[in-house]
C-alpha cells in the first residue's frame, strides 16, 4: 500500500488530490481545520481515508498528526508528503501591514518546511520501501511577481527554494524533493483575494487593484481543473525520474513563456499599463 499525506485537502487542488490518489489505489491521509471538514471528508471517502485535523500554524499539532499516521502506516514508511494547503494575502506592499505578511509566510513557507521536518523519519527508506518524496504545490508567482501579490509571490519563490536546497541536502537519503509550479486553477482561492484586500482602498492603488482582482476572476473562470494538478502531484510521486519542478500555466505561451522571456522592464511597462500603473495616472489623479 502507497501511504500519502495531502495538506488541505478540504477544497480545491487538495480535494481533487486526494480524489485522484484514492482512485489510483493509495491510503491518503488529508488534513483540515475543522472537525466538521473532517467529518465531511470521511463521508465522502469511507475508505482507505484518514482525516488529520491541524492548522499550518500550529507545530503541536502538526506533530501529533505525525503519530496519527505512524500507527497507521506501522512497518511501511509514508510514500509522499504533499504541501499544498497555501493562502493568498494580496495587495500593495506599501500598505501592507506586516503581520499579515508573516502570517502569509507561516502558512505558505513555514508551516511547510515544518512539516518537511516532521515527516522526515516517516519518508526515509524502510525494508525495501523505497523512499518518499516531497511534493510542493508552490505557484508560477515564484517566477513571475505581479503588482498587488508581492507577499504570495514572495511567499512561493521562498517555498521553491526551500524545495531545492532540500533535494540537494536529503541526496544521501534518496529522498526526492518536487516543485509544481501552476497558474490559475479553477479553485475558490481567488474569492479570498477582494476579503483580505482592504488594505489598498483609498490608496493610489485602488484603481490598479480592483483591475487586478478583476483579471484574477476572469483568469480563474478560464483556469486549469484542479484534476490536472492532481495528475501532476501523481506523476511527481511515481515517475521513476521526477523532474525537478512541473511548470503547469493554464497557457504556455501567452501566460508563461512570453512573460518570462521579455526583459524585464519591458513586462514592467505592460502590467502597468494594464493595472492603471503609468505614472501618467498619478499625474491626473492629482491633478484638481
Ligand atoms: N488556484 C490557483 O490558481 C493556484 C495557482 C497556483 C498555486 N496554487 C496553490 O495551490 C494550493 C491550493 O490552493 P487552492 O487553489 O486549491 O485553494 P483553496 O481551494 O482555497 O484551498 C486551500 C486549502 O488550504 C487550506 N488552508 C488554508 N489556510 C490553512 C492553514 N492556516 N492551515 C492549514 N490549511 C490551510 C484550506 O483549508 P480551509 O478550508 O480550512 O481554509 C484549503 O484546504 C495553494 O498552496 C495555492 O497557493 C493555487
Given at each position: 500500500m502507497k501511504y500519502i499525506v495531502v495538506t488541505g485537502a478540504s477544497a480545491g487542488i487538495g480535494l481533487e488530490t486526494v480524489r485522484f490518489l484514492l482512485g489510483k489505489g493509495c491510503y491518503v491521509f488529508?488534513?483540515?481545520r475543522t472537525t466538521a471538514d473532517a467529518d465531511r471528508l470521511t463521508g465522502l471517502f469511507p475508505e482507505n481515508f484518514t482525516p488529520l485535523v491541524f492548522d499550518l500554524t500550529d507545530d503541536v499539532a502538526m506533530a501529533a498528526s505525525?503519530?496519527?499516521?505512524?500507527a497507521i502506516i506501522g512497518e511501511s514508511n509514508l510514500t509522499g508528503l504533499i504541501n499544498n494547503a497555501g493562502i493568498v494575502v494580496p495587495g500593495p506592499i506599501l500598505h501592507l501591514p506586516k503581520e499579515k505578511?508573516?502570517?502569509?509566510?507561516?502558512?505558505?513557507?513555514?508551516g511547510p518546511m515544518v512539516l518537511c521536518q516532521l515527516y522526515f523519519p516517516l519518508l526515509k527508506k524502510k525494508g525495501n520501501n523505497p523512499p518518499g518524496r516531497i511534493v510542493n504545490i508552490s505557484s508560477l508567482s515564484a517566477e513571475i511577481a505581479l503588482p498587488f501579490m508581492g507577499p504570495y509571490s514572495a511567499s512561493k519563490r521562498a517555498l521553491?527554494?526551500?524545495?531545492h536546497a532540500l533535494r540537494r541536502e536529503f541526496y544521501p537519503y534518496g529522498i526526492q524533493v518536487v516543485d509544481i509550479q501552476p497558474g490559475r486553477v479553477k479553485t475558490g482561492i481567488v474569492d479570498t483575494l477582494a476579503p483580505n484586500a482592504s488594505h489598498f482602498i483609498g490608496t493610489d492603488f485602488e484603481a490598479g487593484m480592483k483591475r487586478y482582482l478583476e483579471s484574477a476572476q476572469y483568469l480563474r473562470d478560464r483556469g486549469l481543473s484542479p484534476e490536472s494538478i492532481a495528475a501532476s502531484v501523481y506523476k511527481a510521486l511515481h515517475e521513476a525520474r521526477p523532474r525537478l519542478r512541473y511548470v503547469k500555466p493554464y497557457r504556455y505561451f501567452s501566460r508563461w513563456k512570453i512573460p518570462s522571456s521579455l526583459p524585464a522592464r519591458l513586462l514592467d511597462r505592460i502590467l502597468a499599463k494594464r493595472l492603471g500603473l503609468l505614472p501618467e495616472y498619478l499625474k491626473n489623479k492629482n491633478t484638481p
Open positions: 488529508g488534513s483540515v505525525v503519530e496519527q499516521v505512524a505578511m508573516r502570517h502569509q509566510f507561516e502558512v505558505n513557507t513555514f521553491s527554494n526551500l524545495a
